[in-house]
Each structure stands twice: as structure tokens, then as C-alpha cells.
């Protein structure tokens, strides 16, 4: 018996059903978790390795407002193209199932980001509230509380912040070497002046805490040493102006400058050291003359003219009293000596010293302070004739000779101390007693050929006072 052949139909394909508000959802967590409900495994692979790229791109390379554009592009292309495929497919029904897991992924993520931009836009509000008040302490301690998820959802603010961490670390720098030069250290206070330069130069928004470290300077100023304050002033004043708030330092100049030139002056004078007293004394002469300091200014600069005066022309002096010194070829002035004149003018007497020694204690000075004269005698010589004697040798009286006696002849010029001038050049002669009935002569060994033709007279202490009195009381 034949049977007829039953044919069995063919099974319909599953149609599966897909929400394009699920997928679309989904995709906006940015976990391509929409192209999974789709079935779209690689697809997911692919989109999920180019967001991760973006976003690695994001908080470390290209941390900038473009790159940040390009992911929210790039996110909202998702959504658009995970809603784009699902209403492609046959049916477009409401998937509850689906819509559970979009919201279950999407919100969190969503969530998380919108309080993390929060989060670090109030982290930058209190970062610019800082900058405009100048406070590195504030700024920093905000700061501090950046971490990975806040380069995620805001990275531009990360990058502002790290300036502003950057600007506190070149502003403390700053500031130690604006401490240092407190102590006089110009050095230090020029790195502190380029310090503050290049944050304004370089990381603009943070002018008002570069001026709140300049104002802590300058309202320190001066300091407690008055040559320190001096150097300070110095360096400001001859400052390059660059029209920056910087430049505002020149105008504690004139505040500062004039106490700290004539106190450091008084300094230096009070350790002896002249030069540069006087070069400070002067400095303030040459800026601020007419001022309140003047008249000590002008007493300073006198006073260490004096003692560099004084001090060169001991030097020139230097030397034993036998000797000339240095000062008879080369005078030098000392203002403070009494000028040359009437009276007796005490003097420093050099050369000669066999009789120069034998003059009175009060016609001696004994340092250039005290003296009128400088008193430079050249070597001895016979002067004018007195008497000639004649004279036979005791041991041999067929040996004989007349003998002149000579005054004492000594050259001599007398420097006035007071300008440095020759006032007297002259030959000093000094008489004595002649043809004494024995003298005492020498000769060659056991040769012996007569008595001198020339002798000088025998000088009393008397005849020596009397020979130099026109030279020291004329």
C-alpha cells in the first residue's frame, strides 16, 4: 500500500527583538554594552578599545579641551549608531528585560561622571578663588585632592591645577631667595626677581600670587643690617624695568635707600673700613642731597677723607727714622693737620737722625695725627768755614796740617702734612765749637799721613735746637 509522502514545513526563523532606546542607553555608559544586546561582540571589542584609547589619550598626553570634544563626539556617535542598528532590525518592540540592563550600566557610569565634573569644577572654583587672592596654602590643599577619576571626567582642569602646583613650587623658590637677600645676598635676590619673572611670563592667571610674594618682600624692607638694605636698594634701583607688576619694586627705593646709605656708611666707618664708608656717604650725597641725613652724609664723607687720608700717608711713612721713607719722594696730604704757620709746628723728622734726634720733645711728633711737618734730611756735608787751626800728630810731630773746621750741613725739605706741599727746602747748618786743643781723627791702619784738612764744629743740643728753630717756629 502506498503511502503519500508528508512534508513537514520548514521552521520559521527566530525574530529576535531589540529596543533601540535600550541599546542606545546601553552604549552611553561607553562600555559598547549596546552593541552586546545587539549581538555585535566584535563591534563592542573594536568601540571598547577606542574608547579606552581616548580616554588614555585624555589623562596623559592630550589632556586639552579638543581631545575632550572629540570623546564627547565620539561618545554621542555611539548612541546614535547603537539606536541607528537597532531600528534596522525586523521588529522595534519595547524590551523591559533590556531596558533593565541599559539603566543598569548607563546610570552608574553616568552618575559617577556627573559627580566627579562636579567634584572637580569645585576643586577649580576654590583653586581660582586662591589665585585671585594669592594663596599658594589654599590652592595647594585643594589641589591635593585630584586623583585619577577627576583627569577622567574634567582632564583640562587637572592640567590648570597642575600649573597653579607648578607656580607655588617656582613661588616658594622665589621666596627663599627673597629671604636670602634679606641677609645681602644679591645673588639671591636677582633668582628670586627672575623666579617671579618667569611665572608671570610663563604661567599667566597667576599674577596676584606672584605679587602677593613680591609685597612680602618689599613690606619687609628694610632690613635689620643697614649695608644689607643698601645692596637691596642698589639692585632695585638700577633694576631693568619689564612692565610687569614687578616694576612696582622701584618705587621702595626712595623709601628705603637714603637711612640704609648713611646707616651702612656709619657701619662700615665703625669697623674702619673707609673706602667703603665713603663711597656709601657719597652715594647718598649724589641721590638724595637736600634731605634730612644730608648734613651726616656730608660729616660721614669727611670724616672717612680723613682717615684714608690719614691711613695712606702712615704708609708712606713706614720706615725707620734713620732713612728717608717713601713719603719724601712721594708726599701725600692729611687734611685734618694743622696748617703751617706761626708758632711752633711739631714735625716727623726722617734722615739724619744723629742730629735730628737730639731736637726737642715738643718740636717731635710721633705719628702723622699729631705733626705739622714732614721733615726729610738728606745726608751731611761741610758747610761754611769757621776757624782753621793747625795741628801736628802726637806720635809723630814732624807731622803737621792746618784743619778747617766746617759747619754741619744737612739738606732739608719740610712737607706741609695738611696739603702735602713743599714748604721749605733748604740747607740747614748747624755751628758748634772749632780748634779743640786735641782731636781724635782716624787713618789707615799704622799709616799715618797728618791731620784732616776738614772737620766738622762739635754741636751742642743747643746749636742743633738753634740751626732747625727757623724751620719749626717761623
Known amino acids: 500500500m502506498d503511502y503519500p509522502t ?19 542607553l546601553a552604549n552611553a555608559s561607553l562600555l559598547s554594552v549596546g552593541y552586546l544586546l545587539l549581538g555585535r561582540r566584535k563591534l563592542a571589542v573594536f568601540s571598547l578599545v577606542v574608547t579606552a584609547a581616548l580616554v588614555t589619550l585624555l589623562v596623559t598626553v592630550a589632556r586639552s579641551v579638543w581631545l575632550e570634544a572629540g570623546v564627547v563626539l565620539w561618545w554621542a556617535a555611539l548612541i546614535a549608531h547603537g539606536w541607528f542598528l537597532a531600528r534596522r532590525r525586523a521588529e522595534r518592540v519595547v524590551v523591559r528585560r533590556q531596558r533593565i540592563i541599559a539603566l543598569a550600566v548607563a546610570i552608574p557610569v553616568l552618575l559617577a561622571f556627573g559627580l566627579l565634573r562636579f567634584d572637580a569644577a569645585r576643586i577649580e572654583h576654590t583653586v581660582t578663588e586662591a589665585r585671585h587672592s594669592g594663596d599658594c596654602g589654599q590652592a595647594e590643599t585643594a589641589l591635593r585632592k585630584v586623583w585619577f577619576g577627576h583627569r577622567v571626567a574634567d582632564a583640562p582642569m587637572t592640567v590648570r591645577g597642575e600649573k597653579t602646583v607648578q607656580a607655588c613650587g617656582r613661588l616658594r ?84 635707600a637714603p637711612a640704609a646709605l648713611v646707616g651702612c656708611g656709619d657701619e662700615l666707618a665703625a669697623a674702619e673700613q673707609w673706602e667703603q664708608a665713603r663711597a656709601r656717604y657719597q652715594q647718598f650725597l649724589d641721590r638724595y642731597s637736600g634731605q634730612e641725613l644730608t648734613g651726616r652724609a656730608e660729616e660721614g664723607v669727611k670724616k672717612a677723607t680723613l682717615a684714608i687720608e690719614l691711613a695712606n700717608v702712615r704708609g708712606l711713612l713706614r720706615g725707620p727714622a734713620s732713612a ?139 746749636d742743633i735746637r738753634a740751626a732747625f728753630t727757623s724751620l719749626i717756629t717761623p
Open 6 to 24: 508528508q512534508v513537514t514545513p520548514e521552521a520559521a526563523p527566530v525574530r529576535r527583538s531589540h529596543d533601540p532606546v535600550a541599546v542606545a
Open 173 to 256: 623658590t622665589a621666596k627663599a631667595g627673597l629671604t636670602a637677600a634679606s641677609a645681602g645676598d644679591v645673588n639671591a635676590l636677582k633668582a628670586g626677581f627672575d623666579g617671579l619673572a618667569s611665572i608671570l611670563a610663563q604661567l599667566p592667571g597667576h599674577e596676584k600670587m606672584a605679587e602677593v610674594t613680591l609685597d612680602g618682600f618689599l613690606n619687609g624692607l628694610p632690613a635689620k643690617n643697614a649695608c644689607h638694605t643698601a645692596a637691596i636698594s642698589d639692585w632695585l634701583f638700577w633694576r631693568h624695568k619689564n612692565n610687569t607688576v614687578l616694576d612696582r619694586s622701584a618705587a621702595v627705593v626712595g623709601r628705603i
Open 324 to 462: 728717608q721713607p717713601a713719603y719724601c719722594d712721594k708726599p701725600a696730604q692729611y687734611s685734618g693737620a694743622a696748617p703751617y704757620g706761626k708758632g711752633t709746628n711739631r714735625a716727623l723728622f726722617y734722615g739724619s737722625d744723629e742730629y735730628t734726634g737730639k731736637l726737642p720733645a715738643e718740636w717731635r711728633g710721633t705719628d702723622a695725627a699729631e705733626a705739622v711737618l714732614v721733615v726729610c734730611a738728606g745726608k751731611t756735608d761741610y758747610g761754611t768755614p769757621v776757624q782753621t787751626c793747625p795741628y801736628h800728630s802726637e806720635k809723630r810731630p814732624e807731622l803737621r796740617g792746618d784743619v778747617t773746621f766746617h759747619k754741619i750741613a744737612i739738606p732739608v725739605k719740610a712737607y706741609e702734612l695738611r696739603t702735602g706741599k713743599l714748604v721749605v727746602e733748604t740747607t740747614v747748618e748747624i755751628g758748634g765749637a772749632s780748634c779743640p786743643e786735641t782731636f781724635t781723627y782716624s787713618h789707615f791702619g799704622t799709616i799715618e799721613l797728618g791731620p784732616p784738612p776738614k772737620e766738622y764744629v762739635t754741636a751742642s743740643d743747643a
